[in-house]
């Protein structure tokens, strides 16, 4: 570029390092990212940055890093008004005689959208800029992920028995379609096919969620294999695995979300390999409800795309993505009884350009990268419980939490500054909370 001529832009960010994630592992020191138009026009030095750009503005960043914004590959955020409501209890119990009855006194358009909104705040102070939803009431979800600036793919949910949603399985579908036409031309708003699980949709169910993936070209967004018991019942009542009965419908190809995966053989990691799959690891939902143990690095070796969740704070308790990448790391290592399985640089690429990729949006996010929207976290890493600072990603994943996020941007717009969030109603979010936990805790 010529420097007598110094190009306009919005934004300027100067950082003390900046981790792209593409190309891996790398940290850059004393770079800046230049954004105009809500992408990233440019990644360099500070000096070459100064001497070809005039920004709009400019965040000098002395102590921190830029990484991209976290993405949380599988969430039901509505359910973050239900935290702490059943602890320690197994899968099918939590859900059956506590989550469920629950729902049903409480689940509508205000309890969706006000379980929206705490998770956003709690999500943005997290260093999290994207997640995967899969919840009931996704026109409500979507809209209010919309009025809020904050980037999501909404599912659109499928399941077996009437819910406030919808009344038979003719609904879903019609239902569905109409919120796929609402957001399929948002710029911060996609969606995705949304079948609970195996056991709770038919087979006539996943045939017509085939058809219309492929027509609409959406993600499908699946609970599966989570428990060892789920798997048993699968055999009992069809002779097949879930894993082989998703195959036999033909819902095994590269649009196919996969979360949890606990239970998995050397054929079914080949397989997911060979189509496509992406599966999504959420670690501490797992521990806490003794799902069983993904087998992470097996899937790794396999050469499949593996992202990760937090599930929803109903079985974690929180949305905290840097907890996940830690908790992540260190349970591959003794699951694979390697240490040097689940490496740091891999950890927040899975937490990163591997969500993106899961939800068919890597060419938009998920690295710095030029011709990327902007989606960028900055972290202090001057605390006392990040120093002295020998590696800047390991730092990230295994010393620093979630507290140490200082800004965060989406498609080029400030949504935290320096730990404050911009626009949003704090004290009215936390008023509608307590209200939400009176009439719960009532049932």
């Not at 914004?69 to 039901?76: D, Q, R």
């Not at 620093?400 to 500054?417: E, F, M, N, P, Y």
Request: with cysteine; aromatic share 6%; hydrophobic share 45%.
């Amino acid at each position: 570029m010529n420097h007598a001529y110094r190009q306009e832009i919005d934004l300027l960010l100067e950082a003390a390092w900046v981790v792209p994630v593409q190309p891996h592992g790398v940290v850059l020191e004393n770079h800046a990212v230049a954004v105009d138009a809500g992408r990233i026009v440019a990644l360099l030095p500070q000096a070459v940055a100064h001497a070809n750009y005039t920004a709009r503005e400019t965040v000098s960043l002395r102590a921190h890093v830029l990484i991209p914004g976290l993405i949380n590959s599988h969430t039901h955020n509505p359910m973050t008004l239900l935290r702490g409501l059943a602890d320690d209890l197994p899968l099918m119990t939590w859900l059956q005689q506590h989550i469920w009855p629950v729902e049903a006194e409480v689940m509508g358009a205000e309890f969706v959208r006000d379980g929206v909104e705490l998770a956003v705040a709690e999500m943005l102070r997290s260093g999290t800029t994207c997640a995967n939803e899969h919840y009931f009431f996704p026109d409500v979800i979507g809209a209010t992920y919309h009025k809020m600036g904050f980037r999501a793919m909404v599912g659109l949910p499928v399941i077996a028995f009437p819910t406030a949603w919808a009344a038979s399985q003719d609904e879903y579908f019609e239902r569905a379609l109409e919120v796929h036409g609402q957001f399929c031309a948002n710029a911060l708003v996609s969606t995705a096919f949304a079948p609970h699980a195996p056991y709770t949709v038919s087979d006539e169910s996943f045939e017509r969620i085939r058809v219309l993936a492929d027509q609409l070209d959406v993600p499908v967004h699946i609970h599966l294999h989570e428990t060892a018991h789920e798997v048993e019942e699968s055999e009992k009542k069809h002779g097949l695995r879930p894993f082989q009965r998703m195959q036999k419908l033909g819902l095994v190809n590269d649009r196919l979300i996969a979360v949890h995966m606990t239970t998995l053989s050397e054929g079914e990691m080949a397989a997911c390999s060979e189509a496509g799959v992406s599966v999504v690891h959420c670690p501490e939902s797992n521990l806490k409800l003794a799902s069983g143990f993904s087998p992470v690095e097996d899937l790794c070796r396999h050469g499949v795309n593996l992202a990760l969740g937090t599930d929803g704070c109903a079985s974690n308790n929180d949305l905290d993505m840097f907890g996940e990448m830690r908790t992540a790391a260190l349970l591959a290592k003794a699951v694979a009884r390697d240490a040097s399985a689940f490496s740091a640089p891999f950890a927040l690429r899975a937490a990163t350009l591997n969500g993106a990729r899961a939800l068919g949006l890597d060419a938009q996010i998920g690295s710095i990268e030029v011709g990327k929207q902007a989606d960028i976290v900055a972290v202090r890493l001057d605390d006392l419980e990040t120093q002295p600072l020998f590696h800047v990603i390991s730092q990230l994943v295994y010393a620093t939490t979630r507290h140490q996020v200082s800004d965060v941007w989406i498609a080029g717009q400030r949504k935290l500054a320096e730990r404050s969030l911009v626009d949003l109603d704090v004290e009215g979010m936390l008023a509608r909370t307590g209200a939400w936990r009176a009439r719960i805790a009532a049932i």
